[in-house]
């Protein structure tokens, strides 16, 4: 993964939610926005209301995973944003 960097600024993430596209599912949401740059930035989030931190750093670490396996299929030059949301089911 020699094209990502880790989106870690509060107003990165902010901007990319704000005026990316994004594409959602039931239990997580993806927001993109280009950056002009040669190489991918990427943030995770998922809120401590959620899940303890076990459950939180696993989500991290498969996320991290798919994005390490499918680096090859996925454009550069993007900022994401990958949120993981609540379903109505979750307490």
């Known amino acids: 993964m020699k094209n990502?960097?880790?989106?870690?600024?509060?107003d990165l993430f902010e901007q990319v939610i704000k005026k990316g596209r994004y594409a959602a599912e039931k239990k997580i949401v993806v927001y993109s926005l280009k950056n002009g740059l040669n190489v991918n930035r990427v943030g995770?989030?998922?809120s401590?209301?959620?899940a303890?931190?076990?459950a939180r750093n696993r989500f991290r670490r498969i996320i991290k995973e798919w994005l390490?396996?499918?680096h090859?299929?996925?454009k550069i030059g993007y900022d994401i944003?990958?949120?993981a949301r609540k379903t109505k089911n979750e307490n």
């Open 72 to 74: 090859s299929s996925i």
């Open 68 to 70: 390490r396996i499918k």
């Open 4 to 10: 990502w960097i880790s989106l870690n600024k509060n």
């Open 48 to 50: 401590s209301k959620m």
């Open 52 to 54: 303890k931190s076990t």
């Open 81 to 83: 944003v990958i949120l």
């Open 44 to 46: 995770i989030a998922i």
